[in-house]
């Protein structure tokens, strides 16, 4: 498929149960431009026993050099309250896309499971990208609310390890969001955002509230970033019982 474009669709408590399932309400696989507007993904499910991906949604490139054609813009999505055995992105999963861009979307209520069984990154958002692709160009966030999310280990509202050029995050929400693993983990981290392995790195307008890590960056944990800069920002009632309650960073450049 060249282009994708879905408007208006609601996909609510859809399940795919097998062992790594992914993509529990919808899956789009290798489309070069994806354009999703005013759509909801709610309690959808994904993965068994072993886990998934991408309960609400997983959107995934090309392994190879096809993927710097891919592009994806959400506007006015929604996804709530999906969950299931996924490890990684119970709201929405991507690898391998190239631009990003999010706008008005919001991630409430997503959990990725906390187990015994391997760790669980990004509760509301998961965003990665394999070794075998060149580097992404972009990733946007402008006015989306990441709002009470879970993750047993790392990123409970936002997970991203990418080896992106641009992350602009604006006028966001991350509030209320765990990484709160009960079981013994060597550490949980990142509970609002979890982020590393990028270029230039823009924060502005942006609220990390409430967010609570049971180790180290309850609001914000950084890693790996050449060049950051935070503007205009509020870190207000964050925890974190080791470090960072607010923010966490290391081998960043500000």
């Given at each position: 498929?060249i282009?994708?474009?879905?408007?208006?669709?609601?996909?609510?408590?859809?399940?795919?149960?097998?062992?790594?399932?992914?993509?529990?309400?919808?899956?789009?696989?290798?489309?070069?431009?994806?354009?999703?507007?005013?759509c909801?993904?709610?309690?959808?499910?994904?993965?068994?026993?072993?886990?998934?991906?991408?309960?609400g949604?997983?959107?995934?490139?090309?392994?190879?050099?096809?993927?710097?054609?891919?592009?994806?813009?959400?506007?006015?999505?929604?996804?709530?309250?999906?969950?299931?055995?996924?490890?990684?992105?119970?709201?929405?999963?991507?690898?391998?896309?190239?631009?990003?861009?999010?706008?008005?979307?919001?991630?409430?209520?997503?959990?990725?499971?906390?187990?015994?069984?391997?760790?669980?990154?990004?509760?509301?958002l998961?965003?990665?990208q394999?070794?075998?692709?060149?580097?992404?160009e972009?990733?946007?966030?402008?006015?989306?609310?990441?709002?009470?999310?879970?993750?047993?280990?790392?990123?409970?509202?936002?997970?991203?390890?990418?080896?992106?050029?641009?992350?602009?995050?604006?006028?966001?929400?991350?509030m209320?969001?765990?990484?709160?693993?009960?079981?013994?983990?060597?550490?949980?981290?990142?509970?609002g955002?979890?982020?590393?392995?990028?270029?230039?790195?823009?924060?502005?307008?942006?609220?990390?509230?409430?967010?609570?890590?049971?180790?180290?960056?309850?609001?914000?944990?950084?890693?790996?970033?050449?060049?950051?800069?935070?503007?205009?920002?509020?870190?207000?009632?964050?925890?974190?019982?080791?470090?960072?309650?607010?923010?966490?960073?290391?081998?960043?450049?500000?």
């Amino acid at each position: 498929v060249i282009n994708t474009v879905i408007t208006n669709c609601n996909y609510v408590e859809n399940m795919f149960y097998s062992v790594g399932g992914s993509g529990g309400g919808l899956h789009i696989k290798q489309s070069e431009t994806i354009d999703l507007k005013s759509c909801k993904y709610i309690q959808n499910k994904a993965g068994f026993y072993a886990g998934g991906k991408g309960a609400g949604l997983m959107i995934t490139g090309h392994d190879l050099s096809l993927a710097i054609k891919i592009s994806v813009r959400k506007l006015n999505c929604t996804f709530i309250g999906n969950n299931g055995e996924t490890k990684r992105g119970a709201g929405a999963y991507m690898i391998n896309v190239i631009n990003t861009v999010l706008i008005n979307c919001q991630y409430i209520w997503n959990r990725v499971n906390e187990d015994t069984d391997g760790f669980r990154y990004g509760g509301g958002l998961y965003i990665t990208q394999s070794e075998s692709i060149s580097k992404s160009e972009k990733i946007v966030l402008f006015n989306c609310k990441f709002i009470q999310n879970f993750a047993g280990d790392i990123g409970g509202g936002l997970y991203m390890n990418t080896n992106i050029k641009y992350v602009s995050i604006m006028d966001c929400t991350f509030m209320g969001n765990k990484a709160t693993a009960s079981v013994n983990r060597r550490y949980t981290t990142g509970a609002g955002v979890y982020m590393l392995n990028v270029g230039k790195l823009l924060i502005t307008n942006t609220t990390y509230i409430y967010n609570s890590a049971r180790h180290i960056g309850g609001g914000l944990h950084l890693l790996n970033i050449k060049y950051v800069s935070v503007i205009n920002c509020i870190f207000t009632g964050n925890r974190a019982q080791k470090s960072g309650a607010g923010v966490e960073m290391f081998n960043v450049v500000i």
